[in-house]
């Protein structure tokens, strides 16, 4: 069975910081690129960043860049998303998902994050 966890959500203070971590199991997680998204009550949920198969490359929508870092452990097929100075506008649920070139996606059940004073 296909399975993505979150975790590491939680409550933090405007200029706070959180590591969100998604666990994979059930596939080749060394073959899929990583992704982070999200979505606020009342969105559509967006992009925050990705990062490729072997870790090489990482791209980031522009409201979190140099703020937000993806990174991945193949080894422990892990994908992080460390977020530092966060903003009240970050406030979403977190969604870890996969994705294999002309092959399946996954998505995980997300974590929510707030930031709020």
């Known amino acids: 069975q296909e399975q993505l966890v979150e975790s590491g959500g939680g409550l933090v203070q405007p200029g706070g910081s959180l590591r969100l971590s998604c666990a994979a199991s059930?596939?080749?997680?060394?073959?899929?690129?990583m992704s982070w998204y999200r979505q606020a009550p009342g969105k559509e949920r967006e992009h925050v960043a990705s990062?490729?198969?072997?870790?090489?490359?990482?791209t980031y929508t522009d409201s979190v860049k140099g703020r937000f870092t993806i990174s991945r452990d193949n080894a422990k097929n892990t994908v992080y998303l460390q977020m530092n100075n966060l903003k009240p506008e970050d406030t979403a649920v977190y969604y870890c998902?996969?994705?294999?070139?002309?092959?399946?996606?996954?998505w995980g059940q997300g974590t929510q994050v707030t930031v709020s004073s």
């Open positions: 059930g596939f080749t997680f060394s073959r899929y690129t």
């Open positions: 998902k996969a994705v294999r070139v002309y092959g399946s996606t996954y």
């Open positions: 990062i490729s198969s072997a870790g090489g490359t990482t």
